[in-house]
C-alpha cells in the first residue's frame, strides 16, 4: 500500500512528464480532476497565453488520481498517431479579432466540444474547421 505522500510525489512525477512532453508548463497547462461517481475525470486544460483563451486538451477517467494521470501520460505520448488535426477559426462574441486554433481530435465534432468545452455555445463564432494534411 503506497503512503499518502508517495501518491503525491508520483502524481507530480507524472504531471511534469506530461507538461515536458507536450512542451507546455505552469499556467499554460491545468489539470482539473473532479469526482464521477466512484470515478475520477481528469480535464487536461490549455490556455493560450496569446489570446488567454482556454480549451480542453483532452479527458480521461480512471479509479484514482494515480490511475487517471498515468492514463494521461499514456494519451500524451501516442495522441499524434491516433488523432487527426484540424485548424479552426474563430472570433469570441465580444472581440472584433479572428483566431485560429488547433485541435487533435478523432473528427471535427470532438475538435469543437475541445474549442467550446466550459464556454456558453453562444460566446464563440465558428468560421471555419479544417482537416489538416497528414504529414
Known sequence: ME???????ESVRIQKQIENHLGISGS????????????????????NPRHQQSFLFHSEVGYDRLDVLRKMLEYVTSYRDMESSYT????????????????????????????????????????????????
Open 28 to 47: 499554460s497547462l491545468l489539470f482539473e480532476f473532479r469526482q464521477l461517481d466512484n470515478k475520477l475525470r481528469l480535464d487536461l486544460i490549455t490556455v
Open 3 to 9: 503512503s499518502t505522500t508517495d501518491v503525491h510525489v
Open 88 to 135: 479552426v477559426q474563430w472570433m469570441s462574441r465580444d472581440e472584433k479579432e479572428l483566431n485560429t486554433s488547433y485541435f487533435r481530435a478523432r473528427n471535427m465534432y470532438e475538435a469543437l466540444d475541445k474549442l467550446y468545452f466550459g464556454r456558453d455555445i453562444n460566446t464563440i463564432t465558428v468560421f471555419s474547421v479544417v482537416l489538416n494534411p497528414v504529414s
